[in-house]
């Protein structure tokens, strides 16, 4: 029993597998999908979507987006996407620094918003990349 599984982001499709369960990062926690799943649309946190197919395990990082499931299918929509295999945990601490920089100086509320999602999006990416 499979259903298909589709990563998107704003750049590409990044992703199309036949899978046999997905996992998500929701916003109220992680979510494991089935083929005959109810429909359900939520919102992702930064996190890591693993995917089990017939050629074995898939991981990505996802920067948030939303997730449409249906009892076919299971669509990704992430703001971005990385496979795990491509994250390397240098990668993922610059990306902390940079963001707890920008943090640090951020004067505005607006900046504030924006360095603190980028910041809990870095942080994400660390723990995904360890």
Do not use: W
């Amino acid at each position: 029993m499979t259903m298909q599984f589709e990563l998107v982001t704003p750049e590409a499709s990044e992703a199309q597998i036949e899978a046999t369960m997905v996992v998500v990062p929701g916003a109220e926690g992680d979510m494991g999908v089935l083929e005959n799943h109810a429909p359900t649309v939520t919102s992702l946190r930064p996190g890591v979507v693993s995917v089990t197919g017939s050629d074995g395990n898939t991981g990505f990082f996802v920067a948030g987006g939303f997730a449409e499931i249906t009892a076919e299918r299971c669509i990704i929509l992430a703001e971005s996407a990385t496979r795990l295999s491509d994250l390397t945990s240098e990668a993922a601490q610059a990306a902390l620094t940079e963001a707890k920089a920008a943090l640090d100086t951020a004067t505005s509320d607006g900046e504030k918003n924006i360095a603190e999602r980028k910041y809990a999006v870095a942080h994400a990416m660390v723990d995904a990349a360890a």
